[in-house]
């Protein structure tokens, strides 16, 4: 039998383990949450820019004789313009990149920092940008935007939307590499994309190996 002293002490330890699932849980929401609002964000500042909205002019009353308004008559009230809310596009977002078999789309941001893999898709600095001959290489998190690589087939079509362009890729190589294997990094000759995530994709703790998808871009017709 549990003497008092015990049950106190597993009922501190019950309440610290709730608050500290809760803080999980909180920490997690709230890092999903700024993910999405910086995806929604720049999605609207790089693919949908605001136009200002020019009224239409007022129409033209046809000529009649003029009449004096009685005195209490009032002009019809005037409506503002609709206001719009200008998005400014991050000066380090570069595009988007897609996988329309997977349904994957993502901003993709310069750097491979932490900041930048906690909401968007990195673009290796040093590597090729997309429409430039070499290796452009592009990497992100396994459990937020690369989480649905583990799905890729060789022969899948790749994009790297960067507007007013769109570059199109064809999966030619798939393969689990060791982190010390840096040439996966290298530049080419021709114009391809790599995607590089960790592996194995429901690891849990840091995952030993790398997870690379080597795509070439398709000639354009």
């Known amino acids: 039998m549990i003497n008092a002293g015990a049950a106190k002490w597993f009922r501190r330890f019950e309440i610290a383990l709730a608050a500290s699932g809760l803080l999980f849980l909180g920490g997690a929401f709230a890092a999903t949450a700024h993910r999405w609002l910086y995806q929604a964000r720049q999605e609207r500042a790089i693919f949908l820019p605001v136009r200002p909205i020019t009224p239409p002019p007022p129409p033209v009353a046809p000529a009649v004789a003029e009449v004096t308004p009685p005195a209490a008559a009032l002009p019809p009230p005037t409506r503002s313009p609709r206001r719009t809310i200008e998005v400014a596009a991050d000066p ?4 988007a990149v897609e996988i329309p078999r997977l349904g994957v789309r993502a901003i993709v941001r310069e750097g491979v920092d932490d900041e930048t893999l906690a909401i968007a898709v990195g673009h290796v600095s040093g590597t090729a940008h997309a429409g430039e001959k070499g290796n452009t290489v592009l990497a992100a998190h396994r459990d937020t ?7 890729i087939r060789m022969n899948d079509r790749l994009r ?15 393969r689990v590499v060791p982190p010390t294997e840096t040439r996966v ?3 080419t000759d021709d114009e391809e994309l790599t995607l590089v995530t960790c592996y194995p994709f429901h690891y849990i703790g840091n995952a030993p190996d790398r997870f ?3 795509a070439a871009r398709v000639p354009r017709r």
């Open 212 to 214: 690379v998808v080597r």
């Open 185 to 187: 990094l290298d530049a």
């Open 92 to 95: 380090l977002a570069l595009g």
């Open 145 to 151: 935007f690369f989480h649905e690589l583990e799905n």
């Open 160 to 174: 790297f939307v960067v507007p007013p362009n769109r570059y199109e890729y064809r999966v030619v190589s798939i």
